[in-house]
């Protein structure tokens, strides 16, 4: 099996291991963190009355929360885009999801699907178990817990929605759920999301023939076009299309290959107020890095759109460049544009297929 | 534009890397490309890239690679990749047999999606794992045989034949596009500096059409 190269690299128990706050193994000095463990006393201070006032607005349990929403959404969002507090963010992004209303709807359905239903999609999940989030702790120990409820979490949406099944990316999803909630949670979550709870569904990221990977890279391409004008012909210029650098973001949420910090950020946001912060944190890195990108050749283009210098990644520089960015109204137009022209295209080829005999 | 003297070479080759989800493309691209073998590596999502520029046959030869997502829904993506390639890297994984039957699949959606006179090696990967081979290298060698495609068994992870692989792909692509500018009238050389290579184009049209029912 090929798990068994993954054994000589378990996590050794006799050995500590260093990890940084969020359980990611430490390779070498890693500058943020260091930064962020010389907190001074009154940065704890204010971390602490910012916790309280998270609790106060939640509610025991989360009973708080819906009335608080209602009554002041601005508040919610704007303490949103501050960043949830760690500690809370697995019950907050429950809440915000709508998942915790699914769970409740549906008691014992997750269980169901783990112990009794068979997936079509098991291989394929336990191949890709050992290579998802392979630097976090929770998820290096084979057979360990953490794989287990990875893999019960795939495979449960791939029987849950058969069409979808399980797709190379969501492994990343489940994982960053995983570390902030139970499997049953997370199983939830994942229904909330790419069947639409709050905001529109996003199954299509993951549905045969990727439709909504095409229209957004599509939405993004023009986006780019449209907000960075001179970029965009650069990239046209040397033939650099988002399909070469964008689809993991939209396809794991920024949880790929972003640094996780900054990916857990994205994501309280992205809950709350949908996938146009994929699109807006995609502009802001390019817009951050725009001068030095419109200067590279195709190939250090590609490395720089892969490999964002540390200081375009912090979260509390991107984000706020990001939240500046307007796209509502283009993504409207440009939806609309993609589904006209995808439907000439099929017109086209049904047109085709006519004329042959 | 000028170029720095490290960046020079005579062709630009593009190859993509294709083949079942799992198998090792990754590796053998990280191997070729930076002698790195990754063992906590994360599954491919979308398309990856990497360049590295060496000597075949006494020319400077930049080999373009672009490795692929190997999950079957992810070609809505990575076919797009397939043109303008000159060279196809067809991976399966010697311990699992269903990672070789999928190899006629594989050449099906290169006969649909690539030009037609792309050059396909068909590489066995992770030779290593000896007790665990599933696939015989004479059952592998005929198929390449019968199907028209050169062939070699790998371990990116022991780095035993990645560098061979790559030559001889390479090589191949260089001597048909040698052999192609001498009948055409043109010097080879002509190529040079290009963003792309433009060999692909004259019987792209004549691609057969595919027996798709």
Not at chain 1, 125 to 138: E, M, Q
Not at chain 1, 168 to 192: N, R, T
Request: aromatic share 10%; charged share 25%.
């Amino acid at each position: 099996m090929e798990n068994k190269r993954v054994d000589d690299h378990e996590i050794q128990t006799t050995v500590p291991v260093r990890v940084d706050r969020f359980g990611f193994v430490k390779h070498e000095q890693n500058p943020p963190e260091a930064l962020m463990s010389s907190k001074s006393a009154s940065e704890y201070e204010r971390e602490e009355r910012r916790i309280r006032k998270w609790r106060k607005m939640i509610g025991v349990g989360g009973s708080d929360w819906k009335h608080y929403v209602r009554r002041k959404p601005h508040v919610v969002k704007r303490r949103i885009r501050k960043g949830i507090p760690d500690c809370l963010r697995g019950l907050v992004w429950q809440l915000i999801s709508g998942s915790r209303d699914l769970l409740l709807m549906n008691p014992g359905v997750y269980e169901q699907l783990v112990i009794y239903e068979t997936s079509a999609s098991e291989l394929d999940i336990i191949r890709d178990i050992s290579r998802t989030f392979p630097s976090h702790v929770f998820f290096q120990q084979r057979h360990g817990p953490g794989q287990r409820s990875l893999y019960n979490v795939l495979k449960a949406y791939s029987v849950f929605d058969r069409d979808v099944g399980y797709v190379q990316g969501m492994g990343f999803i489940a994982g960053l759920l995983l570390l902030y909630m139970s499997e049953e949670d997370a199983f939830w979550l994942l229904v909330a999301l790419l069947k639409g709870a709050v905001h529109s569904p996003m199954e299509g990221l993951y549905l045969a023939g990727l439709p909504l990977v095409q229209q957004y890279l599509f939405q993004f391409d023009h986006l780019v076009k449209e907000q960075l004008p001179k970029l965009g012909e650069h990239f046209a210029q040397e033939m650099i299309n988002p399909s070469m650098y964008a689809s993991q973001w939209f396809i794991t949420v920024f949880s790929y290959s972003f640094p996780f910090h900054l990916a857990i950020r994205i994501w309280d946001v992205f809950l709350y107020e949908g996938v146009k912060i994929v699109f807006k944190v995609g502009l802001a890195l390019l817009k951050y890095c725009h001068d030095d990108l419109v200067k590279l050749p195709f190939e250090k283009l590609i490395h720089g759109l892969r490999n964002f210098p540390e200081d375009a990644l912090n979260p509390d520089v991107l984000l706020p460049l990001a939240y500046s960015i307007k796209v509502s109204k283009s993504l409207e137009d440009l939806k609309q544009e993609y589904e006209k022209q995808t439907a000439k295209t099929v017109e086209g080829l049904v047109k085709q297929e006519k004329q042959q005999p | 534009m000028a170029r720095r003297p490290d960046e020079e070479y005579d062709y630009l080759f593009k190859v993509v890397l294709i083949g079942d989800s799992g198998v090792g493309k990754s590796n053998l691209l990280s191997r070729f490309t930076r002698n790195e073998f990754c063992l906590e590596s994360k599954s491919t999502i979308g398309v990856e890239f990497a360049t590295r520029t060496l000597q075949v046959e006494g020319r400077t030869i930049k080999a373009q690679i672009w490795d692929t997502a190997g999950q079957e829904r992810y070609r809505a993506i990575t076919s797009a990749y397939y043109r303008g390639a000159l060279g196809a890297l067809l991976v399966y994984d010697v311990t699992k047999p269903t990672t070789f039957d999928n190899v006629s699949r594989w050449l099906k959606e290169l006969r649909d999606h690539a030009d037609s006179n792309i050059v396909i090696m068909l590489i066995g990967n992770k030779t290593d794992l000896k007790h665990l081979r599933a696939v015989a290298t004479e059952d592998a060698q005929s198929f390449a045989e019968k199907e028209g495609l050169s062939f070699i068994e790998t371990s990116a992870l022991e780095a035993t034949n990645v560098e061979k692989a790559f030559q001889t792909i390479l090589g191949e692509i260089y001597r048909i596009i040698s052999k192609k500018s001498l009948s055409s009238g043109e010097p080879a050389a002509n190529i040079k500096e290009g963003q792309t290579l433009v060999v692909e184009a004259e019987d792209t049209n004549a691609k057969k059409p595919c027996c798709s029912s």
